[in-house]
């Protein structure tokens, strides 16, 4: 059954077919590499990058001592660190309430960016990756569906929500700083516990290396963000301040939920490398006073403290690369995984696994030997005048946005399935 439209899905029903796809996923969550620090060597990113100016990061090429040994599918998996908010924000009643942690959940994205001015893997035509977590009642799904340009379709599910969208971007290095501008929009339909189905959608902010001439780059993440509930008409506009000449406006967002009505129901407020707050506009306490709401109010009634919406998980010290401790959970490979695993998944990357044991050299040429395949897989496709087709994916058009996007076809997980039982993934 692909993902149909107008189609209400019970929760229950949701959790039934999710369950199935947390074969493989029994193990501890990894917690370090094999490798305890990496000796990359230092050099200058300006000393490589000046002569590059103008242009896009698919046209760079780059000593793979700048690469982390993540793939930009995983990058695109990492929007799940904190996938509680969604579940939060489906056991508000209020739809304002719900909007708040919705818009802290994509403003929560931007919190690993810190310490990561590297380049994630390119995804080769075809590649996936899946990533379940049991303990948290989620699977996510993403295959790269376009090579020039680079274009990933992902889609998240779990029991109170589906979160999908399409990760593109266009990049281009204008001396001083190195812009990524993502293209897609990502959706959310959510399943409020008090019934019913809504779809969110918002698009992503620009992210940016700065410092670079000066030999300190940080990645800054800055602009306007708009999330929108198509349903009841809610709105939260996030601003994501450039990060400036003054310390101070480092990190910071700032937010309104307006209701349908126009009228402000919370700000927003916070840094995204640390903690985000929301404060209820005072007069609409009244429109709060059921159950579900009381841990948002002090202990004095109709009291408008801001109370804190989000807190970015710790930083441990140490990690190579600057990965965070979910980022280490994205590539491991479990022995119970490696036989359920589709042959096209990135956790099969020799060049990527190459890099995450600290063998640079390898990981240079294998990366160089599958990107050669690819070119040569490329040249055949041309001759022969047949375009690539998604295999997961097909194109379609929401019905209440009226955008494009990535109708999952849900054949992953069921051929997945299969295979768990003893099957075998055919030529994919
Ligand atoms: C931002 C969040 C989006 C997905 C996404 C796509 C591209 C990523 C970007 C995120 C973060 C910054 C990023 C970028 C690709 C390259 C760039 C990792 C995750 C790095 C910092 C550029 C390094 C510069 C090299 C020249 C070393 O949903």
């Given at each position: ?99 708040v942690?919705?818009a802290v959940?994509a403003a929560?994205?931007y ?94 902010v ?15 993440n800055y602009g306007p963000m708009e999330v ?8 939260c506009i996030l601003d994501f301040k450039p ?5 101070s406006s480092a990190y910071q967002v700032t937010g309104k939920v307006t ?5 402000t129901?919370w700000s927003i407020g916070g840094r995204w490398?640390d903690k985000i707050y929301a404060r209820?506009t ?24 801001a109370?804190?919406v ?119």
């Amino acid at each position: 059954r692909p993902h149909e439209e107008g189609l209400v899905v019970s929760r229950e029903a949701k959790k039934q077919e999710i369950t199935p796809s947390f074969h493989g996923y029994e193990e501890p969550l990894r917690k370090r590499l094999k490798l305890d620090a990496d000796n990359r060597p230092k050099i200058s990113l300006w000393a490589i990058l000046k002569s590059m100016i103008g242009k896009d990061m698919t046209k760079m090429t780059l000593p793979v001592s700048f690469n982390e040994p993540t793939s930009l599918l995983q990058r695109v998996a990492e929007d799940m660190e904190y996938a509680d908010l969604l579940d939060t924000a489906a056991e508000r009643l209020d739809s304002t309430e719900r909007m708040v942690y919705v818009a802290v959940f994509a403003a929560s994205e931007y919190a690993s960016t810190i310490g990561r001015v590297a380049k994630p893997f390119n995804p080769l035509l075809g590649e996936t990756y899946e990533y379940a977590r049991p303990d948290k009642g989620y699977r996510f799904f993403i295959e790269q569906v376009s090579h020039h340009p680079p274009i990933g379709a992902a889609y998240a599910e779990s029991p109170s929500w589906d979160y999908y969208g399409e990760s593109a971007v266009k990049s281009k290095f204008y001396g001083k700083s190195f812009d990524i501008n993502p293209l897609g929009t990502w959706f959310l339909k959510l399943r409020p516990s008090s019934g019913g189905e809504e779809i969110y959608t918002w698009k992503k902010v620009t992210s940016s290396v700065v410092g670079i001439i000066t030999g300190n780059p940080t990645v800054d993440n800055y602009g306007p963000m708009e999330v929108k509930n198509w349903k009841t008409g809610d709105v939260c506009i996030l601003d994501f301040k450039p990060r400036g000449w003054k310390a101070s406006s480092a990190y910071q967002v700032t937010g309104k939920v307006t209701g349908a009505d126009g009228k402000t129901r919370w700000s927003i407020g916070g840094r995204w490398n640390d903690k985000i707050y929301a404060r209820l506009t005072p007069g609409f306490e009244d429109d709060l006073d059921r159950p579900s709401s009381v841990s948002v109010r002090s202990q004095d009634a109709g009291s408008t403290q801001a109370f804190l919406v989000w807190q970015c998980h710790e930083r441990p010290s140490g990690i190579p690369f600057n990965l965070t401790p979910f980022v280490l959970t994205l590539n491991a490979l479990p022995e119970s995984l490696r036989p359920v695993l589709a042959p096209t998944d990135t956790r099969l990357r020799p060049d990527q696994r190459a890099m995450e044991d600290g063998e640079y050299d390898f990981a240079a040429v294998e990366k160089n030997r599958v990107e050669e395949k690819q070119r040569k897989k490329r040249r055949e496709r041309e001759a022969s005048g047949e375009d690539h087709k998604p295999r997961w994916f097909t194109k379609g058009r929401c019905e209440i946005t009226g955008e494009p996007y990535w109708v999952f076809n849900d054949q992953y997980w069921r051929m997945r399935d299969e295979v768990a039982k003893g099957g075998s993934w055919e030529k994919v």
